[in-house]
């Protein structure tokens, strides 16, 4: 059976999410702060993790934060008591693969983890179906393992700037918009998160780019968006 992580604080909203969860034959663990939900979080095997931002000891954002620092690639979904774009936007910067807010309906929850789930599955699927190596001059990126090295150097990647990379490594030349891109790699239908793209471009060419202000890897395109250069 597929266990699921539920961290947050409020008993009653933790119990009903359970209760649901069971039903879909999801077994559940529970913690109702961030230091604990970490901990576990850490030392289990989790389909995916529900993840409230208001926290006692340790905050949603900081759970998230320290999760992918240790490379773990669980899926994320993050719990917010506010509709504030900077809750969002913050979540989705620091490596969370979606988020919902207070209140929420019951239909909308389960909707939002299954194609939570559905992103990851084809992530993972197209990872062991295609060891794919892409080499542009000194970029190096082997996709099943997520390894990318630069002068033979590794470089460490948070799990969305990998899958940025790869995705216009894998097509060179072609000019993808920021909705084209938050669109696939984020799976964001609507506009208004635009920004959290030019970020991750901007930390991207700060790891893979000897000079930022002359990238040779991750072009603009300028006024349309970003491509990645022909070989």
């Known amino acids: 059976m597929e266990k699921a992580l539920i961290i947050e604080d409020d008993k009653d909203i933790s119990e009903l999410i359970s209760i649901h969860l069971t039903d879909m034959d999801i077994e559940v663990d529970k913690a109702f702060d961030g230091k604990d939900g970490l901990m576990k979080a850490l030392n289990n095997k989790y389909r995916f993790i529900l993840l409230d931002i208001r926290l006692p000891l340790l905050d949603g954002f900081e759970v998230c934060k ?26 989705l910067e620091i490596g969370a693969d979606d988020y919902i807010s207070k209140p929420f309906g019951i239909r909308e929850l389960i909707a939002r ?15 062991d179906e295609d060891d794919v190596e892409l080499r542009c001059e000194q970029l190096y990126i082997n996709v ?5 090295e630069v002068n033979g150097k590794r470089i460490e990647l948070s799990p969305k700037e990998f899958d940025l990379l790869v995705y216009l490594a894998s097509n060179p030349g072609k000019t993808y918009s920021r909705m084209q891109l938050l669109n696939h790699v984020w799976g964001y239908e609507f ?9 991750h471009i901007n930390r991207l060419r700060s790891k893979i780019e000897e000079n930022m202000n002359k990238p040779e890897y991750i072009l603009t395109t300028w006024g349309v968006g970003y491509k990645f250069r022909e070989n």
Do not use: C, W
């Open 144 to 148: 099943g393992m997520r390894v990318v």
């Open 113 to 127: 983890i299954k194609a939570v789930l559905r992103r990851a599955d084809q992530y993972a699927k197209a990872a």
């Open 191 to 199: 506009e208004g998160f635009e920004h959290t793209v030019n970020s």
């Open 66 to 91: 320290r999760l992918r620092m240790e490379k773990d690639n669980t899926p994320v979904l993050m719990i917010t008591s506010k509709s504030e774009e900077i809750d969002k936007v913050l979540g």
